[in-house]
């Protein structure tokens, strides 16, 4: 991998480093219930691999790619639709908010606009990537609807979002908001797979 390909991956890294560290610190782990904390971490471990390790490039490394730069889109739009509409400016105009919903995603996805190879997703690729952020969304429930775990200065408590919080708008408003992130999530994904699909090859018939 060539040094001036590592440029937005290295840009990636610190961006997560500066982001996580100003979010966690001092001792606050219970943000790591939180599903951009986790897909950040995500997107930190897996550029910090592309810049150390340096892997030759291949079609697994593109589809794995394709479910990072997913789940950190995620975020983006979540953030954007349903979180930043209720966000006080003193929770908006942080270091972290910015670098964790708005940079780090937005590098992401130049870096997979710029680099990532053509023809290497499959049609079902899209469906394997929901599978990262179902794990989260059962992990979420199970924590609040089972064990009740409270999380510091969160308002929908034990949950760490308001749209899973079914204790206050049920299963039937619970899965409204969760067939609409899916179908968003499902659309960005095979989106990204049709820009990404392999060029038609042209052949010419010659002519006896």
Known sequence: MQAR?????????????????FNLYPNKWHQLTYYTLLSNILVLVF????????????????????????????????YLVLLMPTATPEQFWRVQNFALHFIAPILVILDWLLYDAKGHYR??????WTVLPLIYMTFALIRGAVFHLPIPNE??????????????????????????????FLLLAYGMLALKRAPKVVRFHEKH
């Open 123 to 128: 049609w079902f690729e899209p469906l394997t």
């Open 47 to 78: 550029f910090a691999w592309l810049v150390l390790g340096r892997p030759t490039p291949s079609a697994s490394l593109t589809r794995i790619k394709g479910a990072v730069t997913t789940a950190i889109l995620l975020t983006f739009f979540v």
């Open 155 to 184: 308002k929908a408590s034990p949950y760490p979002y308001f749209f899973l919080n079914i204790d206050r708008i049920g299963w039937w408003g619970f899965s409204k908001y969760f067939v609409a992130i899916l179908a968003v």
């Open 5 to 21: 390909r590592l440029i937005l991956p290295s840009l990636i890294v610190l961006t997560e480093l500066v982001g996580l560290t």
